[in-house]
């Protein structure tokens, strides 16, 4: 069993032709605010990402003798085609003319529709490991501008830098937050992203703040009203955890997250959810774990 929390594991030993894992932190919205609603239907917002040391493993080896994507394991009612990791590989070959091909198993841990970023931190690292791997030579620009076709964090991803993110998510600007520990927890609910931006009652009229503004006020999510109110799950779990520590929702949901000074304090909490939530503790992390890696390698 990988360990999922990457500090302790990642391996910079490569021997070419061999298959290689790489990191796909998760990541959190410590903030997110929604400025206003443009006439295309997207929403103008202002968000803090960060990292967390904690995530799924992507496990690729290269194939030399064709250009096929093979990836395991198949997940129920999804076609290989629309698989976000999938497809970032077939845009990099089309993109870059690259003949080779690849094999690729997804060890994953992050909840689907967790609000996370767990997909989208796959085609991340799909895209970056395979652009080391086949020597495809793109900039992380060029390479975030690929990855944003896939999803609107991919890019948050790819620059791997704890990120202020404005207008639809596009302009990034890098910062350096404090590293605290995180609870993060998972009720057993599905959000639609979707649902939550087209509730009328969504605030969207937040007024838009300089970054430093915003780092000195008490961080909140716009979404997490409308949320509480759809989700009984979602408010029960946030009525608990706000007891022991500052909590809040991450993204559009479903997880929601407490932030400690140390690790013991987060476990302390995570021993006493109830069973039926799924939950991990992680370091808040500035600097992506497979930035760090790929720095190595």
Known sequence: MKNHQFSSALST??????????PCPAKLNLFLYINGRRADGYHE???LFQFL??????TIKVRHNDDQI??????????????????????????????LGAEMHLDKVLPIGGGVGGGSSNAAT???????LWKTNLTIEELAELGLQLGADVPIFIHGKASFAEGVGEKITYCEVPEKWYLVIKPNVSISTAKVFSAPELTRDTPKKSLQQLLQQEYKNDCERIVRKQYPEVEQLLNWLVQYSPSRLTGS??????????????????????KEFSGFVAKGLN???????LKQL
């Open 287 to 293: 600097v992506s774990p497979l930035h760090q890696m």
């Open 253 to 274: 949901g479903a997880c929601v997250f407490a932030e400690f000074e140390n690790e013991q304090a987060a476990q302390a909490v995570l021993n006493l959810k109830a």
């Open 45 to 47: 917002l202002q968000t």
């Open 70 to 99: 093979l990836l395991t394991p198949t997940i129920p009612n999804l076609k290989i085609q629309d698989n976000l990791i999938y497809r970032a590989a077939r845009l990099l070959q089309q993109k870059t003319k690259c003949k």
């Open 126 to 132: 799909t895209l970056l490991a395979l652009n080391y």
């Open 13 to 22: 030993d490569y021997k070419q032709g061999e298959a290689i894992s790489f």
């Open 53 to 58: 040391d904690y995530g799924d493993w992507l």
